[in-house]
């Protein structure tokens, strides 16, 4: 299931469907919703609709007979003055739509207001993004049994594309319009602000409570990475390209940091990050240009990226208090070290271990020269 389908095209201004959404644009909703195969551009993938809602622009629920008169007016102008017609369609899953209490297929009710909502906010993000001064917009909901959806036609009043190419959007953009549609629709702040929550104050900021001093191995990579450090420190950022020796380095101190001690906050988080790319799921689809696929990936890099730079900026920290970094791996190398009882423990099982072999090593070398003495004899 795919929650929302997004989809665009374009015609120029000669373009009879273009001629033909200006004679509808005052027409009575039952002669528009008869009529929408002269003057939709989608007709092929959506069909006619069972019954077609008023008209809403970006600031009008709905138009009076004057405000009808005066948008298609506006369109007209802009056919004159030469400009595209684009046209978006939203098409829901009713099912999708029930789920998010948005539909209700008993009664037929629909939450309209809050799909104008996101409708109007999705348009103003693309006219942001694309840089539009002009562009005027109408919309409409469609009714079907299996798939409501809704219409938007625009036109810039002052044209500022004339080619074909300038018909076409950019892709990212596209995807912003669908985003600031569906995150309308949907608050997901909660959930994203429990991720950002589990990051960075969990896993991140919880680096503070523990010292490189008081972990052996964190104290080994810690010395490798200053060694490979170049010396100018304002270089010590996570991004800079002569970091690209130390950056490993870096990801095995935070996976180890997290393994040790941050293990139940990481797994914690992956399921929250698993729970949301299954909603990015349902709402993009699973084509692979759609950017769920990449949104787990970019949020554990961003983890990485970040804890990389908390832990330059300790290091440098420590650096500092010891005037240079060959006083600080001079000190981290060959000071007596702080052992845990688990550390001990580890020790005394590679000694007994040592010392069991030596015994055996001597008491076989003990036997072969009692053989010896005794084939001498």
């Keep these: 299931m795919v929650g929302i389908v ?19 644009i005052d027409r009575e909703e039952a002669v528009r919703n008869y009529k929408l195969d002269e003057y939709s551009l989608f007709n092929d993938y959506m069909g006619n609709p069972k019954k077609c809602g008023n008209l809403f622009t970006s600031d009008r629920d709905f138009l009076s007979e004057d405000e009808s008169k005066k948008l298609k007016r506006c369109f007209s102008i802009a056919q004159e003055n030469g400009s595209f017609m684009w046209q978006d369609v ?7 739509l029930e789920k998010h209490g948005m539909y209700d297929r008993r009664t037929g009710a629909l939450d309209e207001k809050r799909l104008m909502e996101a409708v109007r906010n999705s348009m103003a993000e693309m006219i942001e993004r694309e840089k539009f001064d002009s562009l005027i917009w109408s919309a409409s909901m469609h009714f079907n049994t299996d798939n409501i959806h809704i219409h938007i036609a625009s036109v810039e009043l002052n044209p500022t594309r004339y080619t074909k190419e300038d ?5 990212k953009n596209l995807y912003r319009m669908k985003s600031k549609f569906a995150n309308t629709l949907i ?39 200053i060694k490979k450090l170049p010396e100018d420190k304002r270089q010590w950022q996570y991004g800079y390209n002569s970091l690209y020796e130390v950056k490993p380095l870096l990801d095995e101190l935070t996976s180890y940091y997290i393994k040790n001690y941050k293990k139940d906050d990481f797994e914690e988080l992956i399921k929250s990050l698993d729970d949301e790319e299954e909603y990015l799921k349902e709402v993009y689809g ?28 300790e290091i440098k920290t420590e650096v500092i208090k010891k005037n240079d970094s060959k006083s600080f791996i001079k000190n981290y190398s060959y000071t007596n070290l702080a052992l845990t ?30 053989i010896e003495y005794s084939h001498s004899m």
């Design 167 to 171: 018909g076409f959007m950019q892709y």
């Design 6 to 24: 997004h989809k665009r095209k374009w015609v120029k201004s000669s373009s009879e469907k273009f001629s033909s959404y200006i004679n509808y």
């Design 187 to 225: 608050d997901r702040s909660n959930e994203q602000k429990k991720i950002n929550d589990i990051m960075r104050n969990n896993i991140i900021n919880g680096k503070k409570e523990i010292s490189f001093h008081k972990d052996v191995e964190m104290k080994r990579l810690v010395t490798e990475i």
């Design 341 to 370: 009882a688990k550390d001990i423990k580890r020790l005394k099982k590679v000694f007994d271990k040592d010392f069991e072999k030596i015994k055996n090593e001597l008491a076989y070398e003990r036997l072969q020269r009692e």
């Design 286 to 313: 699973e084509g692979e240009k759609y950017f769920y696929k990449n949104y787990k990936k970019n949020k554990i890099d961003e983890l990485y990226y970040r804890m990389g730079n908390a832990l330059l900026r």
């Design 90 to 96: 939203f098409s829901f899953d009713n099912e999708w």
